[in-house]
C-alpha cells in the first residue's frame, strides 16, 4: 500500500517527496474542496501515473486494500465483484479507462462502490 500512498505525495513523479509537495497534498488532504481531495485520490489509483484507471489498476488497489483489512486470506471473489463494480459505476463512457473526472463524478455521486473505495 505504501507504494500506492507515494504516488498521491510524488506530485512531478520523480521518485521523492520534497517539502513542498508533502505541505501541499496534506493541506488539500486536510483542508481542500472535495473535488481536490478527490483528485489527490485518483492518483493513488492511477498505478501508472498515465492519468486514466484501468480495470487491472483498479482491481491491484482494491486487493492491496483488502489485505491491510483482512491479512488472512483474501477472498478473490469478493475482491473482483469489487473492483468490477466500481469501475463499471466510474466508467461512464464505457471506454475501458476511467479518468479523474469520471472518477470524480462517481465518487461525489450516489455510486456506492465507487464512494466505498474513495472513503477507505
Keep these: ?5 507515494f504516488r ?7 521518485g521523492y517527496v520534497d517539502f513542498v ?3 501541499v497534498v496534506f493541506f488539500i488532504l486536510s483542508d481542500g474542496s472535495s473535488e481536490d481531495v478527490l483528485s489527490k485520490i ?14 487491472e489498476e483498479l ?6 486494500m483488502y489485505g491491510l483489512l483482512k491479512k488472512d486470506d483474501p477472498n478473490v471473489n469478493a475482491i473482483d465483484f469489487i473492483a468490477k463494480s466500481a469501475f ?9 479507462k476511467v479518468t479523474t473526472a469520471e472518477f470524480i463524478t462517481a465518487c461525489m455521486g450516489e455510486e456506492g462502490f465507487s464512494k466505498m473505495l474513495a472513503n477507505k
Design 59 to 64: 482491481t491491484r488497489l482494491v486487493k492491496d
Design 21 to 23: 509537495e508533502f505541505m
Design 8 to 14: 498521491i505525495y510524488d506530485t512531478n513523479n520523480d
Design 42 to 55: 485518483f492518483r493513488l489509483f492511477d498505478v501508472n501515473s498515465d492519468g486514466t484507471i484501468t480495470k
Design 88 to 96: 463499471n459505476e466510474m466508467d461512464s463512457v464505457m471506454d475501458a
Design 1 to 5: 500500500m505504501e507504494k500506492h500512498m
